[in-house]
């Protein structure tokens, strides 16, 4: 259960930018209007490509979204505010509201499943926290789709392109905490360190200090070599929240450019408009606001861009007849493309917030206890843009691997993409943080959360009935394999060495919730089978594979094999999930696909 402030939020005041080209109903949408680009999804990848190509003033994009626009300030004011992003999925107006299957690796569990389903999708709705991958990650992709171009040295000048470094909400001196010159000054996003100074901060840096063996600092963990323990960099700016909404979608709006932004509105189904070099066209798109319909259709002159996200993607194409044709039959779905790789290799990040009490005399715990203290905060957030809202609740992260000698190694090998890819995350938080307890009545918490990035688990997003309003059946197959759990495991006592360090004496009370008295191997297993979650990074259900490949969805350009005029940009499109957060990457490849639509490629 996350923290209930959300009804807390008041209305903190009006703002409404001016509107241009922005339609809430198909039925406005500009009669005869000819487009060269249709974007299907306004979420981070199609947020970025949409107000990208529309940078070229002789080409007229539509960009279609299933959510609304949600305005901070206006419709929405959590969007905004960094801390209350825990408060906005599951079940929100902002989120698709989607439940995994039952998971056998989480003891029969089903799970929440958020994605967002509103103007900048899930970068509206994420955590923020910023990474720009590890350069071995990179160098996988080059290696497997045979393209140097997604390789680190070809992606760095991407995120200068994305990234604006700016200052902390707090302002505080951040020489020593991330080092500028690799850094981007004069991108669209916003990006800063953490805002607010937490009770953990002094403790982290020097545990990095007494136990700098296992855990040392690292001066920054977006240089390609993320391993240590890093300052946490985020898709914030002033305080408020970065995504490509704000950063892109929003200015490309109000400059009243030849983007066309239709939300409210689902696409149901991509169509071949004609045969080229004996590939279908596949340019059409159809779309509606419910299931009774009216349908309506648009045929793009040049190119569709799918950017449904790693869910919505595959679903689309299966709907379309673009997937595997034994699979599609079983629904008397009539085959288009023979892609069986469409909606398989589901991979995603597994979370398991492990909680201490801790001796504090004030922590956001007191948020859903002191009306008081939630009103001052959002009152000084709402001034000033500055205090503890100004900050997401994550305040370092940690990068590991297991040890080379490690005993899972004896019989699986590593499974990461190379030294610099970590196999786990720690995340600090100075809050309660669980998927199974409400937060309790009283006490100070903490959380050194154990995150798996590198699994093995395979999962998949297959179509439950024809009806695109349905949800199809979302399968992330968490802690599925003998060395996720395995993972897993060493990550929980690694955190907990980490938290024996002298540094935390006096300030660390015990283990708490569903991990008081966790110590045990087998009891370590069954404590992660019965609370660990989703970090919320489904990626690889329309992956890139090698031009000519039968296996994976699209070639190293994203265009989608077998077609011609269809493209995916989102995070679908990993052939193995980042071994960080990915929001990052998904920036960089969605700036990369913009280069190569710019060039024709
Ligand atoms: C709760 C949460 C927390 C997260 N925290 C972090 C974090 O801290 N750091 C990080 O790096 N990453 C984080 N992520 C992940 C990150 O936000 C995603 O990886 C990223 O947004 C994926 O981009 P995308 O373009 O693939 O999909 P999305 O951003 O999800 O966009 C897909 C869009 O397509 C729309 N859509 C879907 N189907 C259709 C359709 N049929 N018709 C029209 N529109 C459609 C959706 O409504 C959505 O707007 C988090 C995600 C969530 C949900
Ligand atoms: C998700 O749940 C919220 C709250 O119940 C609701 O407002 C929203 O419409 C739901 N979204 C979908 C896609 O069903
Ligand atoms: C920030 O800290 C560094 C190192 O401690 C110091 O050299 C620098 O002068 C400080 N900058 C400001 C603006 O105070
Ligand atoms: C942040 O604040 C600075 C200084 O006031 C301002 O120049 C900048 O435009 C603001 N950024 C955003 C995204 O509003
Ligand atoms: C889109 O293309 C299809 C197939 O070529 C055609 O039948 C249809 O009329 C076109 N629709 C529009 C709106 O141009
Ligand atoms: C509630 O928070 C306010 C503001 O920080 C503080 O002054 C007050 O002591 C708190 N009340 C309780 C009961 O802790
Ligand atoms: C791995 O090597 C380290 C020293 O390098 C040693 O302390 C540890 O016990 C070894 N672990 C295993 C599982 O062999
Ligand atoms: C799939 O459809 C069945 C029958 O309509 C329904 O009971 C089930 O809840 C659906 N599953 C999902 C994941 O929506
Ligand atoms: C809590 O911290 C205070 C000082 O901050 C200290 O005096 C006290 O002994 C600590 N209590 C415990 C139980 O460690
Ligand atoms: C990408 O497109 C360019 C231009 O059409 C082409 O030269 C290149 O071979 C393509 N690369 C791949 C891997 O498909």
């Not at 408009?273 to 779309?287: D, H, K, M, N, S």
Request: aromatic share 8%; proline share 8%.
């Amino acid at each position: 259960m996350r923290p209930a402030v959300l009804s807390l939020v008041p209305v903190l005041g009006l703002l409404q930018p001016a509107l241009a080209a922005l339609y809430t109903s198909p039925a406005q949408l500009p009669a005869g209007r000819k487009y060269d680009y249709v974007v299907v999804g306004g979420g981070l990848g199609g947020g970025v490509v949409a107000a990208r190509l529309a940078e070229t003033a002789s080409k007229n994009v539509l960009l279609i979204e299933a959510g609304p626009r949600l305005v901070p300030n206006r419709d929405i004011e959590t969007i905004a505010i960094p801390f209350l992003c825990v408060g906005l999925a599951p079940d929100t107006p902002a989120d698709w509201n989607y439940t995994s299957t039952v998971q056998p690796g989480l003891a029969g569990r089903t799970i929440d499943y958020p994605r967002g389903r509103v103007l900048g999708g899930s970068s509206s709705i994420n955590y923020m926290i910023w990474n720009t991958g590890s350069s071995d990650d990179w160098d996988r992709y080059a290696r497997v789709t045979g393209d140097s171009g997604w390789s680190w040295k070809a992606i760095q000048p991407f995120i200068k392109k994305v990234e604006r470094i700016v200052p902390p909400a707090d302002n505080h001196n951040t020489t020593g905490e991330y080092i500028p010159s690799i850094h981007g000054t004069s991108g669209p996003l916003g990006i800063s360190l953490q805002g607010y100074p937490s009770l953990l901060d002094s403790r982290v840096i020097a545990t990095t200090e007494q136990l700098s063996a296992e855990f040392p600092l690292n001066p920054d963990m977006n240089s390609g070599n993320p391993i240590g323990i890093g300052y946490s960099q985020f898709s914030v700016e002033n305080g408020s929240r970065t995504s490509s909404a704000t950063a892109y979608l929003e200015p490309a709006l109000s400059s009243g450019s030849n983007l066309d932004v239709l939300v409210n509105t689902q696409v149901t189904k991509l169509f071949q408009t004609g045969t080229e070099q004996g590939l279908p066209a596949i340019r059409g798109v159809q779309f509606a606001q419910s299931a009774e319909g009216p349908f309506y259709v648009v045929n793009a002159t040049t190119e569709v861009i799918l950017s449904a996200g790693a869910i919505g993607t595959p679903q689309l194409l299966l709907l379309s007849g673009i997937g595997g044709s034994a699979d599609l039959k079983k629904l008397g779905i009539n085959t288009l493309v023979n892609l069986p790789d469409v909606g398989k290799n589901l991979q995603d990040h597994t979370v398991l917030p492990n909680i201490w009490s801790i001796n504090a005399t004030q922590t956001p715990d007191d948020y859903a206890r002191n009306a008081t203290l939630i009103n001052d905060d959002l009152t000084q957030w709402a001034t000033t843009g500055t205090g503890q809202l100004a900050t997401p609740p994550a305040t370092n992260i940690g990068w590991f691997r297991l040890p080379k000698n490690a005993s899972i190694f004896d019989t699986l090998t590593d499974p990461s993409a190379g030294p610099t890819s970590p196999h786990y995350e720690f995340i600090f938080a100075e809050v309660w943080d669980s998927f199974t307890l409400p937060t309790p009545t009283t006490g100070h918490y903490m959380i050194l959360s154990s995150n798996l990035f590198t699994p093995t688990s395979r999962g998949s997003v297959t179509l439950n009935t024809t009806n695109p309003f349905d949800f199809p059946i979302i399968d992330p197959a968490l802690l599925n394999s003998a060395f996720d759990i395995y993972t897993i495991r060493e990550a929980v006592k690694a955190a907990q060495r980490f938290m024996a360090a002298p540094a935390w004496d006096g300030f660390v009370i015990e283990q708490a919730g569903n991990f008081a008295g966790v110590t045990t191997d087998a009891e370590v297993e069954a404590y992660a089978r019965a609370n660990a979650a989703t970090v919320f990074h489904p990626v690889g259900t329309a992956a890139m594979s090698p031009k000519g490949a039968s296996s994976g969805v699209v070639d190293p350009n994203l265009t989608v094999k077998g077609t011609r005029g269809l493209r995916i940009v989102d995070a679908s499109i990993f052939p193995y999930v980042p071994s960080m957060h990915p929001q990052g990457l998904v920036y960089l490849v969605a700036e990369r696909a913009v280069t190569l639509i710019k060039a024709g490629c």
